[in-house]
């Protein structure tokens, strides 16, 4: 991440000081230092006091009452006038971190609030503190299902903004690793398929690679990402499944999907999963076998295997589609791009740098698969 500015016009109000060994959170990390490397913007990072329990406290009374309290942080007043301020909530109670700042809205000509979390049904649960988030200028569920709902909520319309990834991390290029890890399967995973994986695995000569504890703590949040990145990139398959398709009474039976399918295309891994069945993924993953089709319940992912397996051709195609559509549609510099758009900033320099490494890196795993005019076609939004 590039140094502070002198004299930035983006303020990015992180939460990494606060929830930073949360995995969930590695993404949300990306982004910002993303936006610090292309932008001229000042990260503002606060802690919680470790000895408080004022967080637990004021996170519990803002699901009964409309009374936000300061959940420990200290007050800092905004150095200046900026021209945006942005950040980004994983969950609806992360709004009460922002009384950390004075008048942090005000101090911006815009305020941009990206949500990673909240499904429908839980809308009603968390509307004491989704007042806070109707003072945003502009609100963006990464849930497109979430969109419609939340703004009649907090009475103002939101836009959509499609997930995206580090897409240079996650590139195996320029220097591909062999891939030696056959089936990688991470978080959640789906016990029919992990049956057979295991019985494939007691052969000596195939390797499946699974979490064996649980938890969502990381030791080192950065390390984590990187040790991500570093096992996709070397996997021939990669499982991948709708947002907690196992816990259909916690989603409401809403169809989302969250950043695995991402970083195994970016990663050039070939997946092996369910499509999620709602109206944003066709258009992000709108090329051939971006899924290769495995019902969680079925129990003949070993023939999917061995006949994509006789099939090396089909494999190097679904690899390059999956890693040259992600570096030029899918990496978070895109939705930057996005949000200056709808803020009426220009681009700088430094954007279209990385813009150009993208590119780079996409026609070093061959010809690029879209015409020039296509490159940075990405899902379309609604304007606020």
């Known amino acids: 991440m590039s140094s502070q500015p002198d004299n930035p016009r983006i303020l990015v109000f992180s939460l990494r000081n606060i929830f930073g060994k949360a995995l969930n959170r590695g993404p949300h990390a ?21 000895t408080s329990r004022r967080a637990s406290f004021a996170t519990r009374l803002g699901y009964h009452a409309p009374i936000l309290l300061n959940p420990g942080l200290p007050r800092i007043p905004a150095r200046k006038a900026y021209d945006v301020m942005f950040a980004i909530c994983g969950f609806p109670q992360d709004l009460i971190m922002f009384d950390a700042i004075e008048d942090i809205r005000s101090s ?18 968390h509307r004491h503190f989704l007042k806070v988030m109707a003072k945003f200028d502009i ?15 907090i009475g103002k319309a ?22 030696v890890i056959d089936v990688y399967s991470m978080g959640r995973r789906p016990e029919a398929l992990h049956r057979t994986l295991r019985a494939m695995a007691q052969d000596s000569s195939f390797l499946y690679l699974h979490d064996t504890i649980g938890g969502s703590q990381a030791i080192d949040l950065r390390e984590h990402r990187g040790q ?3 096992l996709a990139k070397r996997s021939r398959y990669f499982l991948a499944n709708p947002g907690k398709f196992d816990e259909p009474g916690e989603t409401g039976r809403q169809v989302e999907f969250g950043y695995r399918y991402l970083e195994g295309a970016a990663s050039g891994a070939i997946m092996l999963g369910e ?17 290769i089709d495995v019902p969680h319940t079925s129990n003949d992912i070993d023939r999917v295997i061995r ?3 006789r099939d090396p051709e089909r494999q190097d195609a679904i690899r390059w589609a999956g890693i040259t559509q992600t570096l030029l549609r899918h990496d978070w510099v895109y939705r930057w791009e996005t949000i200056l758009r709808i803020a009426g900033l220009q681009p700088m ?23 020039r005019t296509e490159l940075n076609r990405e899902p379309v939004l609604s304007a606020p």
């Open 30 to 50: 990306e982004f910002e230092d993303i936006i610090c490397e292309v932008d001229s913007a000042e990260l503002l990072a606060p802690q919680l006091d470790p």
């Open 139 to 153: 609100v963006m569920p990464f849930q497109i299902g979430t969109v419609k709902p939340l703004g009649e909520q």
């Open 349 to 371: 320099p430094a954007l279209a740098a990385r813009k150009d490494r993208l590119r780079a890196l996409a026609e070093m795993a061959g010809e690029v698969p879209v015409r």
């Open 108 to 125: 911006s000509r815009l305020s941009v609030c990206l949500l990673d979390e909240l499904w429908i049904k839980d809308i009603v649960k």
């Open 158 to 179: 939101c836009v959509h903004m499609p997930l995206a990834i580090d897409a240079i991390k996650f590139c195996p290029y320029p220097d591909p690793p062999e891939r």
């Open 228 to 230: 991500v990145a570093n």
């Open 307 to 309: 006949e994509l397996d």
């Open 275 to 291: 499509r999620p069945q709602n109206e944003l993924f066709p258009r992000m993953f709108d090329w051939p076998d971006a899924v």
